[in-house]
């Protein structure tokens, strides 16, 4: 199984600020032949289900603001937030889905400062 | 308009059998291009993929709980259940369904999800 590895596990960053959330796989979820990275962010607000933020690592989901982008290849990730705002408060989770089984991140849980 | 809606027990015994129901509309489970996958998370915890099934009836199991899971669709029914046998406390935890595309397998929309707890 691959495992995808979170960094930090909790930041608070000030409205307004930059948010940054590292995500490393144990091993590559690049696809050579397509050159894609199979590597998905997911925003968790509280008592709600997760929604597709970002997938193959740096595509916006339709309506997703574009404060949030995400970088990275191979099996170093990031996922930035450029201006913190109160309604990005949440866990965001990474998820590669090179391989089955699928795999997440442990989540990083976002306050404001 | 896509929409998952889980459906099951609240509460189960240690050792029973936990069946859950996903009934899926705004898209169709006979869609070569899409299937559903279940995916739980305990309380305060981080998300765990189960299991996913598509069209083909190609289906993929958590490799640590391969052995306790069975996925199956009715597509006549737009439904997918799950059956997870030998439950236990630590199995608690809130069970999601979510629809899974192809290209990938990329998981996309969710349902609400459903708070499973097993306890005597």
């Known amino acids: 199984d691959i495992v995808m590895t979170q960094s930090p596990d909790s930041l608070a960053v000030s409205l307004g600020e930059r948010a940054t959330i590292s995500c490393k796989s144990s091993q590559s979820v690049l696809y050579s032949s397509n050159n894609k990275n199979y590597l998905a962010w997911y925003q968790q607000k509280p008592g709600q289900p997760p929604k597709l933020l970002i997938n193959?690592?740096?595509t916006r989901e339709s309506g997703v603001p574009d404060r949030f982008s995400g970088s990275g290849s191979g099996t170093d990730f990031t996922l930035t937030i450029s201006s913190l705002q109160a309604e990005d408060v949440a866990v965001y989770y990474c998820?590669?889905?090179?391989?089955?089984?699928?795999?997440f991140g442990g989540g990083t849980k976002v306050e404001i400062k | 308009q896509v929409t998952l809606k889980e459906s099951g027990p609240v509460l189960v015994k240690p050792t029973e059998t936990l069946t859950l129901t996903c009934t899926v509309s705004g898209f169709s489970l006979s869609n070569t291009r899409m299937g559903v996958s279940w995916i739980r998370q305990p309380p305060g915890k981080a998300l765990e993929w189960l299991a996913h099934i598509f069209s083909s009836d190609e289906k993929s199991y958590s490799t640590s709980l391969r052995s306790r899971l069975t996925i199956s669709k009715d597509t006549s029914k737009s439904q997918v259940v799950l059956t997870m046998t030998n439950m236990d406390p630590v199995d608690t935890a809130t069970y999601y369904c979510?629809?899974?595309?192809?290209?990938?397998?990329?998981?996309?929309?969710w349902g609400q999800g459903t708070l499973v707890t097993v306890s005597s």
């Open positions: 998820q590669q889905y090179y391989s089955t089984p699928l795999t």
């Open positions: 193959w690592a740096s």
């Open positions: 979510a629809r899974t595309t192809k290209y990938g397998p990329l998981v996309d929309y």
